[in-house]
């Protein structure tokens, strides 16, 4: 951004690490107004695409121009992964676990596609599926320190399998991480979860 402020990926790219969804709405509209002006197609598409994704939530028009991107770069993994995302949130699960396969057809080792293909499952109540890809995006650097929404899951996908001794030491080491999973509810109601289900199975 510093470097090339007429730069639109340099503003998408500084949303990511925005905290409050004003600041991080106006990069992404940012760099969406810069890619009117820009030449090049293929960073045109790819603002539109997560414009519509990110700030508009019309995932319909953001498939549209992830498609042309993944046309443009079909060997992409990272176009046919946010492709997978504008299916996932429109509620389209099988395509968007189709994009995710792919992806790490593309790259093997790459987490977020093992960890999305795992959230697909669980969408689909397939709990041992969605803990085989977990264990698969954790094989390849999946971290619950750098992503407190990835912890939350992780929680989630034990609770389901009925690991509830695992569940609970892992919502208690984690909650060693900072504030954010200190407090979090979702932590919370699955610990609850967790403490009954033992009790029950010890009282029988």
Same mark, same amino acid.
């Given at each position: 951004?510093?470097?090339?402020?007429?730069?639109?990926?340099? #503003?998408?790219?500084?949303?990511?690490?925005?905290?409050?969804? +004003?600041?991080?709405?106006? /990069?992404?509209?940012?760099? #969406?107004?810069?890619?009117? /002006?820009?030449?090049?197609?293929?960073?045109?598409?790819?603002?539109?695409?997560?414009?519509?994704?990110?700030?508009?939530?019309?995932?319909?028009?953001?498939?549209?121009?992830?498609?042309?991107?993944? %046309?443009?770069?079909? %060997?992409?993994? !990272?176009?046919?992964?946010?492709?997978?995302?504008?299916?996932?949130?429109?509620?389209?699960?099988?395509?968007?676990?189709?994009?995710?396969?792919?992806?790490?057809?593309?790259?093997?080792?790459?987490?977020?596609?093992?960890? #999305?293909?795992?959230?697909? =499952?669980?969408?689909?109540?397939?709990?041992? /599926? $969605?803990? +085989?890809?977990?264990?698969?995006? +954790?094989?390849?650097?999946?971290?619950?320190?750098?992503? #407190?929404? =990835? $912890?939350?899951?992780?929680?989630?996908?034990?609770?389901?399998?009925?690991?509830?001794? /695992?569940?609970?030491?892992?919502?208690?080491?984690?909650?060693?991480?900072? +504030?954010?999973?200190?407090?979090?509810?979702?932590?919370?109601?699955? $610990?609850?979860?967790?403490? !009954?289900?033992? %009790?029950?199975?010890?009282?029988?």
């Amino acid at each position: 951004m510093e470097l090339d402020p007429n730069y639109p990926s340099g #503003f998408l790219m500084g949303g990511f690490y925005e905290q409050d969804p +004003e600041k991080h709405k106006e /990069k992404v509209t940012k760099a #969406f107004e810069l890619s009117k /002006k820009t030449n090049l197609k293929s960073e045109r598409d790819i603002m539109q695409a997560e414009y519509y994704l990110l700030v508009e939530d019309n995932y319909p028009k953001a498939q549209e121009y992830f498609k042309k991107v993944v %046309d443009m770069y079909p %060997d992409s993994a !990272a176009a046919i992964w946010s492709l997978g995302m504008a299916y996932y949130y429109n509620g389209e699960f099988d395509k968007a676990l189709e994009c995710y396969k792919k992806s790490t057809e593309l790259i093997p080792n790459l987490p977020k596609g093992y960890e #999305f293909m795992s959230v697909m =499952y669980y969408s689909k109540k397939d709990y041992k /599926k $969605a803990l +085989e890809y977990l264990e698969k995006a +954790e094989e390849y650097g999946a971290n619950a320190k750098n992503d #407190f929404y =990835y $912890a939350e899951y992780v929680a989630m996908v034990y609770n389901r399998n009925e690991m509830y001794n /695992k569940t609970l030491d892992y919502i208690e080491t984690t909650r060693k991480y900072g +504030e954010l999973y200190k407090n979090s509810e979702t932590f919370e109601k699955i $610990a609850e979860i967790a403490k !009954a289900k033992l %009790d029950s199975i010890q009282a029988m």
